[in-house]
């Protein structure tokens, strides 16, 4: 399937804002605990924002209560589910990315599976059936194509993703999956959610992660109709008469604008948290930190002591698998236990780690 588009004078300008932005923050050191907080509330804020972008009724608090405390709200379990397997599918993403892992279909479907029913669960299939999306009124907004041409449509996307990231621009490339995997809408439900988060995938992979402080779903969020409006590229509302050879300049626009404004405003909040270019030792003593221990590091700005519990909800470990964690960290000595005898035993820093949690 051919996608079309043109690199026009407006998508060129906002590539060359968004390659500023990428440079200046490439180059700006930040205190260790303000870089792991500006990282956790990015992803606080992309979890909630694309679930409430689907009708999820938690607040920006509430979602962050229940990623970083485990709360529950009753009466909203739905949402409460929502929000822990978009945290969980968000923490794939980033665990795929270190490890340098290409989107492929067979991981497209875990992502969806892992929204939907949590991490454990096997890839999803594809739809088998036609879906039809609606107006609150039942008026025809899409009509996606046929179940059967699904699998061709979705191979050709990942074979696109795959062959164009080393030719094209990596934001214009997420820029047109992001449509295209909206456009095929392979999934019975849990499509936006998954979409959104494959846009984020491949930006992250190509080097365009912004120290992973930004959530371009708060920006959909905060102007739906925009959005909306963008995705619809043809005036017909079947997939066969028009949609599948549209042409989608004016979708990369606005995501390409939406992109560059976003991050102008990381590069704000960065150039606000600057420390001098040196190497000093609480820059040598982080390096010797994993990344999920520089993750569990910025819990400590906001609390005296951690819980194998905190660590399990923050990087996406079972209790037991983050029990052991917690012990390996004593042993390298950046941890100490503060009551041995206490079965819910509590962690906190040891002496010459705690000045790498002050915040300004």
Known sequence: MEYKFTLTPAIV???QAIERVRERVHLTLLPPAIAEELRL?????????????????????????????????????RDVLEVERYYQAVQQVETWVSEKKAVTEVRLRKLHAILYRGRRARPTPYRDGQNVIREADGEIVYIPP?????????ADLAAWIDQSSAVQPVPVVAGVAHYMFETIH??????????????????????????KFYALEEFYANDLPGYYDALVTHPHHNFYF???????????????????EVFEQVSEVVGKYSLEP??????????????RARRVLGIFSRQEFIQSSDVARLVG??????????????????LEVEDPSNRARKYRLAEPYRNLKRVP
């Open 146 to 154: 046929e179940a059967k041409d699904v699998p061709a449509l979705m």
């Open 317 to 334: 470990l079972s209790v037991r698998q983050s029990r052991e964690l917690l012990s390996q960290w004593v042993r390298q000595g950046w």
């Open 13 to 15: 300008s906002c590539l």
């Open 278 to 291: 040196k190497t000093d030792e609480s820059d040598l003593m982080l390096r010797t930190l994993d990344p």
């Open 41 to 77: 509330q990015a992803h606080i804020r992309s979890t909630h924002y694309s679930t409430r972008i689907e009708g999820n009724r938690l607040t920006l608090k509430e979602t962050e209560e229940v990623i970083q405390q485990g709360r529950l709200f009753p009466g909203r379990e």
């Open 186 to 211: 392979p999934f019975y439900d849990g499509n936006g959610r998954a979409g959104r988060l494959l846009a984020t995938w491949i930006l992250h992979l190509g080097g365009y992660d912004l120290g």
């Open 242 to 260: 028009g949609r599948n050879t549209a042409e989608i300049t004016s979708w990369l626009e606005y995501f390409l604008g939406g992109m560059a």
